[in-house]
């Protein structure tokens, strides 16, 4: 048996493909954790330490003084989340399934959380799934963490099983011995949902592509079934012709081909990944575009040229801890190793960062809808910035584009596995749209306890009256929630407030009706005692000193001696 060789090129691209992965999200401190694995101990780890989120991570002052990079200098006392899943996690696998040990006939090698099948000369045989690929799991909450893997992928598996050649037997007139004349694996298959999907031949570390197109549904099981022979051949000789002094004369003997099947299997649970989109958009009157996207599975987002959303979801890559020992099995027993492959899973959890925009000054999040998930729980040897309370899953998102050139055909869906990725289909979307409103707020009559005022509100494109309770919208009219009829109008009396009085009008969300609205508001003064005071001083002392004026200015001009006009009294 041979496992595949690792190329110098695999590893080179997996470090440079993790200073391209992902946008590093946010920084947690992570704290030492005597379960974790140091990743220095890890043969070809190289300077992929930020996809180890279940690393041992340090807080010594010397050990990041002997990083070479600060990103290694980084990921050597944190974990590091990421924007999107890192790609290099994929280049890593692959890496790392060529590191399989190679074995014999007489020895077999397997994870220790694996359990062995023993046949009658086939011993401890087994096949194990090392990764799915592209796939997340998403952990959404304690209990219900789906694996998602994209719609096409490729799986890889490890095998293995060692022969028990059985001890010959030897007397004077009869023996008998064994010999292994041939052992293979001869059939490897990938199964969906039991039907073949891939095949592979004689490999320890198959590597099976898969595609989920034909199958029905989104959960799906995929098993890898292998069959192992082996050959055997058994001689028997007697003696058929003894001397007389007890010694054999002469032999005959028989030699027979005894064969023996043995077939192992592993499965795994998964969900396909699909990015099926609908909604609403619309333009403001702005030009800016509006877009409510709907998708009922957990999503990541969606971008247009110059503008991206994320969800709540952020992504940790860690290695599965199944693999972290391995057994080495013989006629003589089994020894226990520290593992030479690690294979690494990427995981989504919801960050306490929440949704995200950017850039901030030309898009805005409006609303984020979705089921509530009780907070998951990640392993104590990750220390990310986790929810810890009930959070609403980004399900649905509803944003606003500062984007006049573009609309819904521009918009690209990335979902949580990568390369999951899926262009908007107009068809899929209604367009609402978007008008003006004009809000006009006057004042009807005055007391010292009250005012009376009356609210007009129209479309301001279309020219007509909007009845608020008719769109699921209202006015707030000083602190209070009133509602105009059929001619657009209201009449309130409300107590007068000492300065202005301010009504504004909030509409339904535009994705929630046929036609959407932008708020306007208006506000207007009352006069209160003082102003009252003030107003009535202003308009008595304007004409009077109107007249002062003129009569002054006639003294001056003329030289009648008219100034000043109370000198006659």
């Known amino acids: 048996m041979q496992s595949l060789s690792s190329s110098t090129g695999a590893s080179v691209a997996v470090v440079l493909l993790i200073g391209l992965s992902a946008v590093i999200a946010t920084q947690s401190t992570a704290r030492p954790q005597a379960t974790a694995v140091d990743v220095d101990s890890v043969a070809h780890y190289g300077d992929n330490r930020s996809l180890w989120s279940r690393d041992r991570d340090r807080a010594n002052q010397s050990v990041l003084r002997n990083q070479t990079t600060s990103s290694r200098a980084l990921a050597a006392t944190t974990d590091i989340p990421f924007n999107g899943p890192p790609e290099a996690v994929a280049e890593w696998n692959r890496e790392q399934l060529g590191q399989f040990p190679q074995s014999g006939a007489n020895e077999s090698v397997y994870p220790a959380s694996v359990t062995v099948t023993d046949g009658t000369y086939v011993r401890d045989a087994y096949v194990e799934i090392f990764t799915v690929q592209p796939s997340t799991v998403a952990r959404l909450g304690p209990y219900r963490q789906p694996r998602y893997v994209a719609p096409d992928g490729e799986l890889f598996a490890t095998l293995d099983y060692r022969v028990a050649v059985p001890e010959g037997r030897r007397t004077d007139f009869d023996r008998v011995s064994w010999s292994l004349t041939d052992h293979e694996v001869s059939t490897v298959r990938l199964l969906v949902d039991g039907q073949e999907a891939a095949t592979d031949e004689n490999s320890q570390t198959p590597r099976l592509d898969y595609d989920l197109g034909a199958h029905a549904g989104t959960n799906h099981t995929l098993t890898v079934e292998a069959n192992v022979t082996v050959t055997l051949e058994r001689t028997h000789s007697w003696c058929t012709n003894r001397t007389g002094d007890g010694d054999c004369a002469q032999r005959a003997s028989r030699t027979r081909t005894v064969t023996e099947r043995v077939t192992v299997t592993d499965s795994r649970s998964v969900t396909e990944h699909r990015l099926d989109l609908y909604g609403f958009y619309g333009r403001y009157p702005n030009g800016d575009l509006g877009l409510a996207i709907f998708k009922s599975d957990p999503w990541l987002g969606y971008e247009l040229p110059g503008g991206r959303i994320d969800g709540v979801w952020r992504f940790y890559s860690a290695r599965d801890p199944a693999w972290d020992t391995m057994v080495t099995a013989t006629g003589s027993g089994t020894t226990r190793s520290h593992s030479p492959i690690?294979?690494?899973?990427?995981?989504?959890?919801?960050?306490?960062?929440?949704?995200?925009?950017?850039?901030?000054?030309?898009?805005?999040?409006?609303?984020?809808?979705?089921r509530t998930n009780d907070p998951p729980t990640l392993p104590s040897t990750v220390n990310l910035d986790v929810v810890d309370k009930p959070y609403t899953a980004s399900f649905n998102q509803i944003t606003r584009f500062e984007t006049p050139n573009q609309t819904v055909e521009d918009v690209t869906a990335r979902g949580l596995v990568r390369g999951v990725a899926t262009d908007a289909d107009p068809r899929l979307f209604t367009e609402v749209p978007i008008h003006r409103s004009n809000l006009t707020l006057t004042v009807l009559n005055e007391t010292a306890d009250t005012a009376t005022v009356r609210i007009t509100l129209t479309d301001a494109t279309?020219?007509?009256?909007?009845?608020?309770a008719d769109i699921e919208g209202f006015v707030r009219l000083a602190g209070?929630?009133?509602?105009?009829?059929?001619?657009?109008?209201?009449?309130?009396?409300?107590?007068?407030?000492?300065g202005t009085i301010t009504a504004s009008f909030e509409p339904a969300p535009w994705w929630l009706r046929t036609t959407g609205y932008v708020g306007d508001a208006d506000t207007v003064s009352v006069q209160g005692p003082v102003l009252s005071a003030v107003r009535a001083v202003f308009r008595a002392g304007v004409p009077v000193g109107l007249f002062l004026l003129a009569v002054f200015l006639i003294d001056r001009i003329t030289g009648m001696p008219v100034w000043p006009p109370w000198r006659g009294l």
């Open 342 to 370: 690690h294979p690494l899973q990427v995981s989504a959890f919801a960050s306490k960062t929440g949704p995200t925009a950017a850039p901030p000054e030309t898009v805005s999040i409006r609303e984020v809808n979705g």
């Open 480 to 498: 209070e929630r009133v509602q105009t009829g059929p001619d657009g109008t209201v009449t309130k009396t409300v107590t007068r407030p000492p």
């Open 462 to 468: 279309a020219g007509e009256p909007i009845e608020t």
